[in-house]
Structures are given as C-alpha cells and as structure tokens.
C-alpha cells in the first residue's frame, strides 16, 4: 500500500482516522517544512539559559546535557530513597509498542512499590512499563534546574517513568517540547528529526502525540538520518516539538520528564498551539513551578546552587 499511495497519501489517511485535530497536523506540517542541519546531538556540560535559547531553544534543535552539579545531585538518589518518598504513587501499565492500546479506558494501574518489587532485579524480559506518573513536590530538588532554561517556555506537566530493561516507548512525536531527565539507570534514545517526516506513516493516539512507523532502526537501514543518545543518572535531553524520539532502557531505571510550550520566541508557531485542544490536557497537571514552590514551602527556604541558581533542600534518600 505504502507504494500504490506513497508516504504522505498514507499520513494524511492516518491521520485523519486517528484522534490528532486538524490544526495539530497543520502546526506539525510547519515544523516539518522547517531545515534541520544536525550532524549529531551536541553535548553541554554547561547551559546558561541565554545560550540555551539561542543555540538550541529558538533553532528548534535537541542538546543533551550532562552538568556535573545536576550528576551529583541524581547520584545520591538510591531505590530505597525513592520508595520512601513514591512507593505508594500509582499509575498505568503499558506495554511496550502498545500504543493502539493507549486510547483504551480503564488501563491497570500499579504502585511504584509493587512494580518494582515485581520486575526490577530479576533481569526479565517484561514488556510492562510504568508511565504517567505524577511527579511530586519531593523530587522536584533533583530537576529543578529545567526552570533555569524556561525564559522562553511555559513548563506543564512533571511525570516519573519507571521501567525495566529492554522497555521502552516505540517512535512517536510529540506537539510540545519535551525534557527528559534521568534519575536512575540508563535509556538509549533515537531521535529523527521531523524533515523526515514524509519516511514515515503517523497516526494519532491523543491529541498531543503522534505514533509513526517503521521504527527507527528499519529507517535507519532505508536512509534516514536517525541520531542516537545515551541518558545516565543526572543527564537531561531537551526534545523539540516535532522530533520523533525512540527510547529504549537498558537498565532498571527511573526517569522524569517535563512537557513545555513555546510562548515567546517562535509566535507563528505559537498561535496555532495555543488553541490546540492539547494545550487544555497539560494544563490540568501541576506545571513544574507550582511543584517547586510545593517544595521550597515543606523544606523552608532553600541551599543556593552555584552561580546563584535557587535550589530546594530535599528529603534524605539514604
């Protein structure tokens, strides 16, 4: 079928049967008409916000970053710390390149506790993943830093994911910029970019996110540019809005993330995704400032990072 029609034919199909409206698919066209030179995913160790914004936020490219102070701060994190703190926390199972299934109601929800009694350390090949968890005020000390680089961005939701080895999130795209953060263990990332886009057959699975097919290997092996990066406790990965991402978790492991919107840098884009009807679902999560005011309130008033940057004192983990 891809032949008799051709990739954009079969886009438009599945779009159009998915649950992506209209005017997500307009603003996603215009990021794909938009030229990507990314001969690979650079790497900072180091991140002002300034520069930040003007190497990577307002080009609509990823950077992966890996500031030792944020290391340090993820490396006291341990599994027992973490149940003390989200143990009792529940959310959904899902399976891995299951996304068909995520429209279904009525998914099974598990605790952190049980899930990682059940599949951490056993070394098994489970397809269960832990997702859409909602991130508390008590962690909120290790990620903080992300609020440093929203000049331009108005952070929404915070989640935790929670997964074993070999699971993962199959190719997909999402309407708003991403912020991966990884806590414990490590997850490899592929990552195209949307110029790319006429490769693919996309669908809808909710109105912020876009499925695609094939994955990232078979595009890789058809001639898509496809960048690879590997996350280790501390490390964070900024995802445009548009590019496609695959991930894989190499190890137990426990990651945050952190949606954003653009609101002042990019306003053609803007004005389409502000009546996006996605824009309304993020906003019925707390954002990552209301979290973080949350904790400085618990924990008093707070250390002062270097360079002057607010941090919040946090829980003993161990």
């Not at 899902?94 to 599949?119: A, F, H, I, K, L």
């Not at 990884?182 to 886009?197: D, E, N, W, Y």
């Not at 809005?241 to 919107?261: C, L, P, T």
């Amino acid at each position: 079928m891809r032949r008799l029609l051709g990739s954009r034919v079969l886009n438009e199909l599945s779009s159009r049967v998915g649950w992506f409206p209209a005017r997500n698919i307009a603003f996603l066209r215009r990021l794909d008409a938009r030229a990507f030179h990314l001969p690979a995913v650079p790497v900072e160790k180091t991140l002002s916000a300034s520069e930040f914004e003007e190497r990577y936020g307002s080009q609509g490219l990823p950077v992966k970053v890996s500031d030792p102070r944020r290391r340090e701060r993820v490396g006291s994190l341990t599994l027992d710390g973490l149940l003390r703190d989200v143990g009792d926390l529940r959310g959904p199972m899902r399976r891995v390149n299951d996304y068909t299934r995520m429209r279904e109601r009525g998914r099974p929800e598990v605790s952190v506790r049980d899930y990682v009694e059940r599949c951490f350390g056993w070394n098994t090949a489970t397809s269960d993943y832990l997702t859409h968890i909602r991130l508390p005020a008590s962690l909120v000390a290790l990620i903080g830093d992300v609020e440093s680089f929203s000049g331009d961005f108005e952070l929404q939701t915070g989640q935790l994911w929670i997964g074993a080895p070999r699971t993962g999130a199959p190719l997909h795209r999402d309407l708003s910029d991403n912020w991966l953060i990884q806590l414990m263990g490590r997850k490899h990332i592929f990552l195209v970019a949307p110029t790319h886009s006429d490769r693919f057959v996309t669908y809808g699975v909710d109105e912020t996110l876009q499925a695609a097919d094939p994955p990232a290997e078979e595009a890789r092996a058809r001639g898509v540019h496809v960048h690879e990066v590997e996350l280790g406790p501390g490390d964070m990965l900024y995802v445009p809005a548009g590019w496609f991402h695959q991930v894989s978790n190499q190890e137990d492991m426990v990651s945050a993330n952190v949606f954003s919107w653009r609101t002042r840098s990019d306003p053609t884009f803007e004005q389409e995704r502000a009546a996006s009807p996605g824009r309304k679902i993020q906003e019925r999560f707390p954002g990552i400032r209301e979290l973080a005011a949350r904790a400085r309130s618990s924990s008093g008033s707070g250390d002062s990072a270097p360079g002057g940057q607010r941090i919040v004192k946090r829980a003993r983990c161990s």
